[in-house]
């Protein structure tokens, strides 16, 4: 583990305890990161899903929208 004290002045020995410590900070930090690119991951797959679903709801409606474009012209050639 660098310190900045001990580049510049003398040595600070580091107790076992500390690098046990430090080691159990880091093994938790590297959890908690793997646990949000999973969370991550997740969500991805949800708004591929919902982008997805937006793209088959868009089609409806414009293959709607020309269902009523047509009856509108058909109402209207029979006035």
Do not use: C, H
């Amino acid at each position: 583990m660098f310190d900045e004290t001990a580049a510049w002045g003398a040595p600070v020995e580091t107790s076992s305890a500390d690098i046990v410590k430090d080691t159990i900070k880091k093994d938790q930090t590297i959890k908690e990161i793997i646990a949000a690119q999973e969370d991550l991951r997740v969500l991805m797959a949800k708004v591929q899903s919902v982008q997805g679903d937006i793209e088959k709801l868009g089609s409806g409606n414009a293959t709607l929208q020309m269902y009523i474009d047509n009856l509108t012209m058909q109402m209207a050639k029979r006035r």
